[in-house]
């Protein structure tokens, strides 16, 4: 299948985001065009990418002096420490603003990395090479960087966009279909609040997705990718409307930070089972009717994955979870501003619903019933 391309414009960056298999030899290309005046490079790498991978980049980026630098990436490491180290690694090599950076790993590294660029000297050229499915629809675009704190997750960071992101399938070969499934639960949750065709085209084709088949995958990345583009170039400092893409993640948030991040549970699972308890409200609340619900329930039915959901059937397991939803950074209050849902391809108006503390545990049986 062809190689894909989509534009990211809005008033400070411009840059591609390009889909496809094999992309190393356009990598090469785009460096000469986009960072004309690099002369070294540090790759950061994922400590579990294989050995094949970092040889053919250095194959490809010959003519650059190359330094390797690995990141036992987890949410542990996603961290300040981190962060001192890799500046230190770069002032070491000398590294100045129009060299180059590259990140080759999952959403931690990009997050982590993408930090790392933002603040050395305050600010060298990145690149975004995601490896996992979730990072390729969501953490490789819109320019969110970061890292974790003691209190919660991503609460310590920037938005710094970089100059070319390159979603390459073949990082996904090896990829376990826990981690697919981490990253479906991005793609399924873009058509749910914007795309309604997307949605049904995903009933039809989620187990292709799941099993790699590379025509219906490379589709689904590149809508998924249009729809948060979509939202972030209409509010790249997510003051208003980018916000919707936090449909589930206000409960997803706090079900891992509950868990401290366990490998248990995945980002991608805790947002499947967030997103149902969102609309579940959202029946609750009288926003959408329990039809919409119902519709959600199916396409986790069919595809086996409503297990990340039926832990939630109480409400002392819903309101375990209420000391870390009062830490989601999108609250700027002493009340918990939820996305709902009002119909598949539209939520409401993010600070539309604010909950307090008292009555969301007043709430929680019913939202354990549904």
Same mark, same amino acid.
């Given at each position: 299948? =062809?190689n894909?391309?989509?534009?990211?414009?809005?008033s400070?960056?411009?840059?591609? $985001? $390009?889909?496809?298999?094999?992309?190393f030899?356009?990598?090469?290309?785009?460096?000469?065009?986009?960072?004309?005046?690099?002369?070294?490079?540090?790759?950061? !790498?994922?400590?579990?990418?294989?050995?094949?991978?970092?040889?053919?980049?250095?194959?490809?980026?010959?003519? !650059?002096?190359?330094?390797?630098?690995?990141?036992?990436?987890?949410?542990?490491?996603?961290?300040?420490?981190?962060?001192?180290? !890799?500046?230190?690694?770069?002032?070491?090599?000398?590294?100045?603003?129009?060299?180059?950076?590259?990140?080759?790993?999952?959403?931690?590294?990009g997050?982590?990395?993408?930090?790392?660029?933002?603040?050395?000297?305050?600010?060298?050229?990145?690149?975004?090479?995601?490896?996992?499915?979730?990072?390729?629809?969501?953490?490789? *675009?819109?320019?969110?960087?970061?890292?974790?704190?003691?209190? %919660?997750?991503?609460?310590?960071?920037?938005?710094?966009?970089?100059?070319?992101?390159?979603?390459?399938?073949?990082?996904?070969?090896?990829?376990p279909k826990?981690e697919?499934?981490c990253?479906?639960?991005?793609?399924?949750?873009h058509?749910?609040? =914007?795309?309604?065709?997307?949605?049904?085209?995903?009933?039809?084709?989620?187990?292709?997705?799941?099993?790699?088949?590379?025509?219906?995958?490379?589709?689904? *990345?590149?809508?998924?990718?249009?729809?948060?583009?979509?939202?972030?170039? =209409?509010?790249?400092?997510?003051? %208003? *409307?980018?916000?919707?893409?936090?449909?589930?993640?206000?409960?997803?948030h706090?079900?891992?930070?509950?868990?401290?991040?366990?490998?248990?549970?995945?980002?991608?699972?805790?947002?499947?089972?967030g997103?149902i308890?969102?609309?579940?409200?959202?029946?609750?609340?009288?926003?959408?009717?329990?039809?919409?619900?119902?519709?959600?329930?199916?396409?986790?039915?069919?595809?086996?994955?409503? !297990?990340?959901?039926?832990?939630?059937?109480?409400?002392?397991?819903?309101?375990?979870?209420?000391?870390?939803?009062?830490?989601?950074?999108?609250?700027?209050?002493?009340?918990?501003?939820?996305?709902?849902?009002?119909? *598949?391809?539209?939520?409401?108006?993010?600070?539309?619903?604010?909950?307090?503390?008292?009555?969301?545990?007043?709430?929680?049986?019913?939202i354990?019933?549904?």
């Amino acid at each position: 299948m =062809k190689n894909q391309e989509i534009k990211f414009n809005d008033s400070c960056q411009r840059y591609s $985001i $390009i889909i496809g298999n094999n992309l190393f030899g356009v990598l090469q290309k785009k460096i000469r065009l986009i960072c004309p005046n690099t002369k070294q490079i540090a790759i950061i !790498y994922d400590s579990k990418v294989p050995s094949k991978f970092r040889d053919a980049l250095k194959s490809k980026l010959r003519n !650059y002096k190359i330094t390797f630098l690995k990141f036992n990436a987890n949410e542990k490491t996603k961290s300040f420490k981190s962060v001192e180290f !890799y500046i230190n690694k770069l002032l070491q090599g000398n590294f100045n603003r129009s060299d180059l950076v590259i990140a080759v790993g999952g959403g931690i590294v990009g997050d982590t990395v993408g930090f790392v660029a933002s603040i050395f000297k305050r600010g060298i050229n990145f690149i975004n090479l995601p490896t996992t499915l979730l990072a390729q629809v969501d953490s490789a *675009i819109g320019g969110k960087t970061g890292i974790n704190s003691i209190y %919660g997750k991503n609460l310590i960071g920037s938005f710094y966009q970089p100059k070319l992101v390159l979603s390459d399938t073949s990082f996904l070969n090896s990829l376990p279909k826990k981690e697919m499934i981490c990253g479906y639960a991005e793609i399924l949750k873009h058509s749910i609040i =914007k795309d309604l065709n997307f949605f049904k085209w995903l009933k039809k084709n989620t187990k292709k997705i799941l099993s790699k088949n590379k025509k219906e995958l490379i589709h689904a *990345i590149k809508k998924s990718c249009e729809i948060k583009i979509f939202f972030v170039n =209409k509010d790249v400092n997510e003051k %208003g *409307i980018r916000m919707m893409l936090n449909f589930g993640h206000t409960f997803a948030h706090a079900i891992e930070a509950k868990n401290k991040f366990s490998k248990k549970t995945t980002h991608g699972e805790a947002v499947l089972s967030g997103m149902i308890l969102a609309t579940r409200l959202s029946v609750i609340k009288k926003v959408c009717s329990s039809s919409v619900l119902n519709q959600l329930k199916e396409i986790y039915k069919n595809n086996s994955l409503s !297990y990340t959901f039926k832990n939630f059937s109480n409400a002392n397991k819903i309101n375990s979870l209420i000391p870390y939803l009062k830490n989601d950074k999108k609250n700027n209050d002493d009340k918990i501003n939820f996305i709902l849902l009002k119909r *598949i391809g539209k939520t409401t108006l993010p600070n539309k619903f604010k909950i307090s503390i008292s009555k969301l545990k007043k709430l929680s049986k019913f939202i354990a019933r549904y």
